[in-house]
């Protein structure tokens, strides 16, 4: 099993910048590609950025240019900076791991944009 705990959510003017965290724990090892998915108020999940274990990265169009998504394999952790952030990055952001083909979730935060 796998356990991850994102933090670094909360409300942020438009133009602000958060960076987010994802810990992951337990059965660690084998963990390749981790990504950070989000959900809308009202709305379904959607793929936000990704980033494999060898550091290879890829973003959604949305967030292209101002999201920066990194990894530290010594602290098992991934990160997601969002710079530029706009009233439409509101969302509740959740971190996913594959392990050995299987996904596992955070609980995930909350992010709003609001003036």
């Known amino acids: 099993q796998v356990q991850l705990v994102e933090s670094g959510g909360g409300l942020v003017q438009p133009g602000g910048s958060l960076r987010l965290s994802c810990a992951a724990s337990g059965s660690i090892f084998g963990i390749d590609t981790m990504r950070w998915y989000r959900q809308p108020p009202g709305k379904q999940r959607e793929w936000v950025a990704l980033?494999?274990?060898?550091?290879?990265?890829n973003y959604a169009d949305p967030v292209k240019g101002r999201f920066t998504i990194s990894r530290d394999n010594a602290k098992d952790t991934v990160y997601l900076q969002m710079n530029s952030l706009k009233p439409e990055d509101t969302a509740v952001y959740y971190c996913?791991?594959?392990?050995?083909?299987?996904?596992?979730w955070g609980q995930g935060t909350q992010v709003t944009v609001s003036s």
């Open positions: 996913n791991a594959l392990r050995l083909g299987n996904h596992y």
């Open positions: 980033i494999t274990r060898g550091g290879s990265t």
